[in-house]
T-cell receptor, first 115, second 114 residues
Framework: DTGVSQNPRHKITKRGQNVTFRCDPI?????LYWYRQTLGQGPEFLTY????????KSRLLSDRFSAERPKGSFSTLEIQRTEQGDSAMYLC?????????????FGPGTRLTVT | AQSVTQPDIHITVSEGASLELRCNYS??????LFWYVQSPGQGLQLLLK??????LVQGIKGFEAEFKRSQSSFNLRKPSVHWSDAAEYFC????????????FGKGTHLIIQP
């Protein structure tokens, strides 16, 4: 159990560029979540996968955002045509099979700065 | 819709003193309640959780929390804080099934005075 990993840890991009983040959940965890955290706020739910199926999307997830989880393992979050308002920490969390408490294990996050 | 309120944005406590961080939630059914801690540059670490049973739950690092349904509260306590407890603390609520993720409060920034 090596924990949830996220790459890159930091990303600086210019407005209008596309960025992609990767999340590797704990091995065999079938549930995966993406959150966004802005300065001075708690994390806000973006989307949820169970295995490879994306089952929930928050209204925060505009059409510039897309997430995938091919083969039910790692996940990617892509932001197209980035805006300054997209600057935030993007967090990934995973939950194991049969964990009724839905205890979420978080990765260290990817900090995005849009200039 | 569920929500979490952490009324204290900042709290300053002397090292060795007791600590209580407040959390109030709004949720229509029986909630799953969590406290997470976040240190600079670190991910969120789960301190403790409640979903049924004994309303006083014990967590890691000497923390405990008490669920009070009548007050819709889930306050975090520690009898004696250490300088290493300085961090951001988040209370969160979740639903059975977990599909909508957790709803977090805005956090309380804990400062420890020597």
């Amino acid at each position: 159990d090596t924990g949830v990993s996220q790459n890159p840890r930091h990303k600086i991009t210019k407005r209008g560029q596309n960025v992609t983040f990767r999340c590797d959940p704990i091995s065999e965890h079938n549930r995966l979540y993406w959150y966004r955290q802005t300065l001075g706020q708690g994390p806000e739910f973006l989307t949820y996968f169970q295995n490879e199926a994306q089952l929930e999307k928050s209204r925060l997830l505009s059409d510039r955002f897309s997430a995938e989880r091919p083969k039910g393992s790692f996940s990617t979050l892509e932001i197209q045509r980035t805006e300054q308002g997209d600057s935030a920490m993007y967090l990934c969390a995973s939950v194991g099979i049969g964990q009724e408490t839905y205890e979420q294990y978080f990765g260290p996050g990817t900090r995005l700065t849009v200039t | 819709a569920q929500s979490v309120t952490q009324p204290d944005i900042h709290i300053t406590v002397s090292e060795g003193a007791s600590l209580e961080l407040r959390c109030n939630y709004s949720y229509g059914a029986t909630p799953y309640l969590f406290w997470y801690v976040q240190s600079p540059g670190q991910g969120l670490q789960l301190l403790l959780k409640y979903f049924s049973g004994d309303t006083l739950v014990q967590g890691i690092k000497g923390f405990e929390a008490e669920f009070k349904r009548s007050q819709s509260s889930f306050n975090l306590r520690k009898p004696s804080v250490h300088w290493s407890d300085a961090a951001e603390y988040f209370c969160a609520v979740g639903a059975w099934g977990g599909a909508d993720g957790l709803t977090f409060g805005k956090g309380t920034h804990l400062i420890i005075q020597p």
